[in-house]
């Protein structure tokens, strides 16, 4: 499987970090082949962001690849992986419905980078 990804991390307002994912994907080994998708935003991963990653992958059933989202968030006081699941991409890459924000709980107190 090939992922050509491109993201970035910003701040929004009140400090609440989105993730902007701009995604071009070649993914021939689950047979979807698109052209580069628009911008877009989802909130709700985190305070401070130390690190983030994205994957693609089939999690449901539907025959369609899923994205998961993952950010560590910084916050004063203990950290957190947070993420959320876009669900069944289309062939532009964009997710027809999005998970809850997940958070896990226990992962330190300081953070140099994240990865799934």
């Known amino acids: ?14 400090c609440i970090l989105s993730i902007a994912v701009a ?12 052209s580069a998708a628009p911008t877009i935003e989802v909130p709700g991963v985190g305070w ?18 899923d994205m998961i989202l993952m950010a560590y968030d910084a916050p004063s006081g203990a950290n957190t ?7 069944n991409l289309n062939s532009n890459g964009v997710a027809t419905g999005w998970s809850d924000t997940i958070e896990i709980p226990g992962v330190g ?6 990865g799934i």
């Open 48 to 65: 401070e962001g130390q690190g983030a990653d994205l994957a693609i992958e089939k999690i449901d059933t539907v025959s369609k690849p």
């Open 109 to 114: 107190w300081e953070g140099q980078g994240a």
């Open 81 to 87: 992986f947070r993420y959320k699941i876009g669900w």
């Open 1 to 14: 499987m090939r992922k050509i990804l491109n993201y970035k991390m910003k701040k929004l307002s009140r």
């Open 23 to 34: 995604i071009t994907l070649v993914l021939t080994a689950i047979s979807i082949s698109g």
